[in-house]
């Protein structure tokens, strides 16, 4: 019989926020694969865990795949964790993931820390519905395309960055936030531990001499601004734009007609090919 794939949630800072079942299960398994393995020790260490440690990282991802479906097959439990919180979340396991439901592997997640949702429910930005980017592209067209999809998202926008490059994305946000509220959360679960709220002329103000952990959060932009920006969008930009929004394409050609006050049809024989 096949083993088992935990996906283990370990803390972001605070070592308290380990749960009483990740413990249990990083006692049980038979291996752990580890994004740092040196990281993680320290962490079995505290909690006086010994087991098989693996390294399981981002640029070994793919070739370690193999080797652990391997083990699961012959019935080892693994579990994957990160270097901090939930694994899978801009952090190694999604590759894995697939491939042990391909090969109809159990997959558990075993619940704690993330940075983002955390982040997320102390930010005093609406929660009902958010987008979460990861860290932004740093490839400039591919930077330019998630610029454009963050000034058009109506829904709460969170975004990780490396504390180096936090100035740079943020002086990015300027030219397309106007006055949205942003929230820096920073070193969360940990003694400095701070949400910074403005808009991002004043964030930015505030960042200079900020260090550690940051992860920004921007309000979803409101329906009047992106009236707007509609207008001065192209035929297919708006197309694109309602699309990302999760419209079909009888809605989104409604809509534009109406945007632009000319009638359906005009606008369906634009698009006819889509
Ligand atoms: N898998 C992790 C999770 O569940 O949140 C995220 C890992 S990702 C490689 C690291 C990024 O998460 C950091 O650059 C930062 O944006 C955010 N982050 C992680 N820990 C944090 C903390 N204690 N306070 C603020 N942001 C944190």
Do not use: W
């Amino acid at each position: 019989m096949s083993g088992k794939l935990y996906l283990v949630a370990t803390p972001i800072g605070n070592l308290e926020d380990i749960t009483l079942r990740a413990i249990r299960i990083l006692k049980e398994v038979d291996l752990i694969a580890a994004e740092d393995t040196r990281n993680t020790l320290k962490l079995l260490n505290h909690f006086e865990i010994k087991k098989p440690l693996i390294s399981y990282h981002r640029h070994n991802e793919q070739i370690k795949v193999d080797n652990l479906i391997e083990k699961l097959k012959n019935g080892e439990n693994i579990a994957v964790v990160s270097d901090a919180g939930t694994p899978g979340i801009s952090d190694p396991g999604e590759v894995i993931v697939k491939e042990a439901i391909k090969n109809s592997i159990e997959v558990i997640p075993i619940p704690g820390a993330c940075a983002a949702i955390n982040a997320l429910i102390a930010s005093g930005l609406d929660t009902k519905e958010f987008t979460f980017m990861g860290f932004l592209p740093l490839n400039k067209k591919l930077r330019k395309e998630k610029l454009k999809e963050i000034e058009n998202e109506t829904k709460t926008i969170i975004i990780y960055e490396a504390p180096h490059k936090l100035k740079n994305t943020l002086e990015d946000l300027k030219d397309i936030l106007q006055n949205r509220k942003v929230v820096l959360a920073r070193e969360l679960t940990k003694i400095h531990e701070e949400f910074i709220r403005g808009n991002i002329e004043e964030i930015i103000s505030k960042a200079e001499s900020l260090k550690g952990e940051m992860i920004i959060l921007i309000e979803g932009a409101k329906y009047k601004e992106k009236e707007v920006e509609l207008n001065e969008l192209s035929l297919d930009e708006q197309f694109e734009f309602y699309k990302n929004q999760g419209l079909d394409k009888k809605e989104i050609i409604k809509k534009i007609a109406k945007d632009r006050g000319v009638s359906k049809n005009e606008i369906y024989m634009e698009f006819l090919d889509k």
